[in-house]
């Protein structure tokens, strides 16, 4: 039995089939831009293994709806049952990237994962997984029978909770900016940062121009970091208590994972420590950075083998 896996994004696609025992067979880094549609990348990655594949999952980074994905940065459309059609396929999949970040992160060992806080991990415990990047994504994943099952939210739009006079200044200006409802994702995000980073008197830059204006030292780059990280650890925090997540909260996403330095200073942890009277259980919760960036590829190879 082989396995297809793709982590598909409209910047680059991960494609690697695998056979029954784990093996790699092939693997393919492509410049998704390079291709006119999805099928014509899957189509040269096909040829180069020279064999049929039993299932297929993509974890693409957009909304799946019927089915069907979109991946707008490059103009595709991807469809199970075409897919399916196309490349005699007998099962094909198709999951968004955060739900295969999820699938992926039961998958992970100790070389895979920053520890931030370590804590007491009950394995057979929920997991909560929250990552912001794009935007911000989270997921929660339970155990049942020594099998895990990943529950998709959308709580990066629940409402923003400030937690001091600063940020409670920061809520109204976004307030009056989005008209009216702000979110975790309007702070927690590459576009959160720039949020915070203009709110402090910055002008708008590209996230990356920001971090490594702060990695230079320059002051309001910084606080706005700073701003950022304490309120990730908040809403990490609150994560952790809404699903009890005694099996580990994980940190995905690219902005904690290219900027670590600002997350192992001790104020994300003390941030998501700070919940008055459940402090203590909140000391139990381990909560971990991960590094390994291929976890939503692990994810879609773990989902091609349910399906098959």
């Given amino acids: 039995m082989r396995l ?36 014509d990348l899957v189509r040269d990655f ?42 005699s396929i007998a099962h094909v999949a198709l999951i968004n990237d955060f739900y295969g970040i999820a699938m992926g992160v039961p998958l992970l ?14 394995r057979g415990a929920p997991m909560a997984i929250l990552g912001a990047g794009t935007g911000l994504g989270q997921a929660i994943v339970t155990t049942h029978h ?18 001091d006079e600063e940020q409670a200044r ?30 402090l008197g910055g002008e708008e830059l590209d996230p990356a121009e920001i971090a490594e204006r702060a990695d230079a030292g320059d002051e309001r780059a910084a606080r706005a970091f700073t701003i950022f990280v304490d309120i990730y650890g908040a809403e990490a925090g609150n994560m952790a208590l809404r ?34 009277r459940f402090r203590g259980l909140m000391e139990t919760i381990p909560v971990d950075l991960i590094t390994n960036e291929e976890v939503g590829l692990l994810g879609a190879l773990e989902q091609a083998r349910r399906s098959s």
Avoid at 59 to 75: D, H, S
Avoid at 255 to 267: E, P
Wanted: glycine residues 14%; charged residues 20%; hydrophobic residues 45%.
């Fill in 4 to 39: 297809l896996g793709g982590d598909v994004g409209g910047t680059k696609t991960l494609l690697r089939c695998i056979e029954a025992d784990g093996s790699t067979l092939h693997e393919e880094r492509y410049d998704s831009s390079a291709f006119a549609t999805f099928d």
């Fill in 46 to 87: 096909l040829g180069r293994i020279h064999g049929p594949v039993d299932s297929a999952c993509f974890a693409v980074a957009g909304p799946v709806y019927a089915r069907r994905a979109e991946v707008t940065n490059v103009g595709w459309t991807i469809d199970e049952a075409a897919l399916a059609r196309q490349f």
């Fill in 109 to 122: 060992g100790e070389k895979d994962l920053l520890s931030l806080h370590a804590g007491t991990r009950d």
């Fill in 146 to 163: 020594n099998i895990h099952h990943v529950i998709s939210t959308e709580g990066g739009h629940a409402d923003f909770a400030p937690q």
């Fill in 170 to 199: 920061l809520f109204l200006a976004l307030q009056a900016r989005y008209g009216g409802h702000v979110s975790w994702e309007r702070l927690l995000s590459g576009m959160g940062l720039v949020n915070i980073f203009t709110f």
């Fill in 243 to 276: 699903v009890l997540a005694r099996g580990g909260v994980f940190l995905a996403g690219g902005i904690a994972a290219k900027n670590v330095r600002w997350f192992t200073d001790g104020k994300f942890v003390e941030a998501f420590l700070r919940k008055g």
